[in-house]
DNA sequence: CGATTCTGCGCAATCGATGGTGCAGAATTG
DNA sequence: CAATTCTGCACCATCGATTGCGCAGAATCG
């Protein structure tokens, strides 16, 4: 017990008065092909796990050229899409045996290229990349080495690709809110926030349209970007040029959803009152708002158990490159699993 | 640039018309040792630069027994605070060139050791242990196998520790809400949520009870656990027993603040107004609130930073293993910035 | 000019696990 | 009983990078 430091297939062949081959066969379930006795395994398996051995992956991947590792590259950690995103494929990965490792390379190109270079010098079997920046460069990098990969939540062209129902997700979110308000017109129908050049926002747009259309209305559409301040801003700037809130507000993203509530939680109640707020991306503070909201989550569950089925059903190499889609929950106020008392109160507004 | 796929070191000595060993040498900066002559050493670099080589860290690691792996255990990445730990730990392994291998363990026994031992197996180079559960089993496996680690959030006995001074930022906001309801009595004064028999909770509560003790006031404490059902649950039989709301609210994590909120926007707006409310742990949207609350925040980056610091210092093997202590920070609502909670450093245990 | 000291670099062993190959001895066959 | 087939297992090369050691040839010294 005392000696616990040199841990290796001879230290165990030594013990068990075997070679290292027959104890390597015998640990690693080949033992059958091999032809060594039942008796010999049961022998070797027994003082492996009494003296906690465990195999040496860094030798075990250099002989075999698989390691274990499995790589995902994500924007940040701290948000809670990719924290969701991340949480999935940890689970995933080590229900397979797997070592989940997971780089956070801020939306920066040079820092994706890095980072997926670097999980290649560690020989990772796999390489799952969220909501990467350069797709394309990145799929290059990965063919060149002949690195399995699929992109989760952007697609790639001549990759394989899980991706959100954005268009679907953004239709029947708006649906709901132009029921809620029927005779909102164009200036009083707005899509709020992200940038309308990546295609999870134009694809946003698209399903919000889509609503707009088949109802036979019209609608606005103000891509601020991402982030919070921005989206606070843009918000009070039409609140200030129109004199009042839109009546149907369409809110896409978690930050802008933040920014968006900055701004409202100044305004009297019986103004907010008037606005149909939705958002695209789920909190739980959203159903505790004065209105609950209805908001649409993405599936993190969904869109890595496609992908890994992807990585090891081997249809990552396929002739088309379709993305496949994975279409969103869209969670009412209303079908809330807890019964809400009474006319709501406000913490918020 | 298509037969890119042998990319050893001793493609590169071919194509270098050197041996393998001043490929190495040249390519890790020993070459100076090795008295490599410099006109030798450009022509490697360049060459490998060319062919975009990069070394294989499973034999490099086989080698040396420095993989340049660092893991961390973590209960969940789905939170605001591991998130966000998660996320420093992965800048500042980075930033010294290492690959931060993630495994979360749901706070479950099993899936800690099982975690330590897969990691253990990739010959981590440290580890560093957020939030466990058993964290002396956890020491006591990385001590047999000689693996510097160090703990986060959660002390332990006989191993280094990083962790909130969860007494003085508890008491930081308890002092604020006690002076906000400079009348509430000890009925009125509650300190809700959390489990009284772990270490973070039990400081919180011995610091709500000093700051109680020094304004010579008394008040309850409720531990109903950190999940959000339960904790809605216990404040409305609270408020059913005795007719209404505590004045007094301090409620710990932020699960539990979700809980506290989905009971009180079924109140009349008047009643929730008469509370003063207060969280241990911070959200955004706790300022969008109606009455925006004081919040604690624990500060993620200087915790890893500390602990890293500590791994890479060396500090890890010192004589005693008090924990180390890093204050909060108290976010206040009518700050735009943070306010750090100045408390000295109280002994933990 | 022979002896010593540098310079510059290659040889070969090593890390631990794996798997192709082959060799004894036992079992079976003719 | 000799010939063949099976069993059970060990030997050894291998994966790619590192490193102790040592060997030529050039430079310097006495």
């Known amino acids: 017990?005392?000696?616990?430091?040199?841990?290796?297939?001879?230290?165990?062949?030594?013990?068990?008065?075997?070679?290292?081959?027959?104890?390597?066969?015998?640990?690693?379930?080949?033992?059958?092909?091999?032809?060594?006795?039942?008796?010999?395994?049961?022998?070797?398996?027994?003082?492996?796990?009494?003296?906690?051995?465990?195999?040496?992956?860094?030798?075990?991947?250099?002989?075999?050229?698989?390691?274990?590792?499995?790589?995902?590259?994500?924007?940040?950690?701290?948000?809670?899409?990719?924290?969701?995103?991340?949480?999935?494929?940890?689970?995933?990965?080590?229900?397979?045996?797997?070592?989940?490792?997971?780089?956070?390379?801020?939306?920066?190109?040079?820092?994706?290229?890095?980072?997926?270079?670097?999980?290649?010098?560690?020989?990772?079997?796999?390489?799952?990349?969220?909501?990467?920046?350069?797709?394309?460069?990145?799929?290059?990098?990965?063919?060149?080495?002949?690195?399995?990969?699929?992109?989760?939540?952007?697609?790639?062209?001549?990759?394989?690709?899980?991706?959100?129902?954005?268009?679907?997700?953004?239709?029947?979110?708006?649906?709901?809110?132009?029921?809620?308000?029927?005779?909102?017109?164009?200036?009083?129908?707005?899509?709020?926030?992200?940038?309308?050049?990546?295609?999870?926002t134009s694809l946003r747009i698209l399903g919000y349209q889509d609503a707009l259309r088949s109802a036979g209305r019209q609608g606005r559409v103000i891509a601020c970007g991402y982030r919070r301040a921005p989206t606070r801003d843009a918000l009070t700037r039409e609140y200030e040029r129109r004199g009042r809130l839109p009546e149907v507000l369409l809110v896409n993203s978690i930050g802008c959803l933040e920014g968006v509530l900055e701004f409202l939680v100044t305004l009297p109640l019986d103004e907010v009152d008037q606005c149909q707020l939705g958002s695209f991306d789920f909190d739980p503070f959203g159903r505790l708002l004065r209105h609950p909201i209805p908001m649409v989550r993405q599936r993190a569950d969904e869109l890595i158990r496609v992908a890994y089925d992807h990585l090891d059903g081997g249809t990552w190499s396929r002739d088309s490159f379709d993305p496949i889609i994975v279409a969103p929950e869209l969670i009412l106020p209303d079908d809330d699993h807890f019964t809400r008392v009474n006319q709501p109160a406000l913490p918020v507004g």
């Open 1 to 200: 017990m005392a000696e616990t430091k040199p841990q290796t297939i001879y230290d165990i062949a030594r013990l068990a008065e075997a070679s290292p081959s027959t104890v390597s066969a015998a640990l690693n379930g080949n033992w059958k092909k091999r032809r060594i006795a039942r008796a010999t395994v049961e022998r070797i398996q027994r003082i492996a796990s009494e003296h906690g051995y465990s195999a040496n992956q860094q030798a075990r991947a250099l002989r075999t050229a698989k390691s274990g590792l499995v790589g995902m590259i994500l924007p940040q950690h701290d948000n809670r899409f990719f924290s969701s995103v991340g949480q999935c494929f940890s689970n995933e990965a080590r229900a397979r045996g797997g070592l989940p490792a997971i780089v956070s390379t801020r939306r920066e190109r040079d820092q994706e290229v890095e980072a997926v270079r670097q999980l290649i010098s560690y020989s990772v079997d796999a390489l799952m990349l969220v909501g990467t920046t350069h797709p394309e460069e990145l799929s290059a990098i990965c063919r060149a080495e002949n690195v399995p990969h699929v992109f989760v939540d952007q697609p790639c062209q001549g990759a394989p690709s899980v991706v959100t129902d954005n268009r679907g997700g953004a239709r029947a979110l708006a649906e709901i809110l132009l029921q809620a308000a029927p005779d909102a017109g164009e200036a009083d129908t707005v899509f709020l926030g992200g940038n309308a050049d990546l295609p999870a």
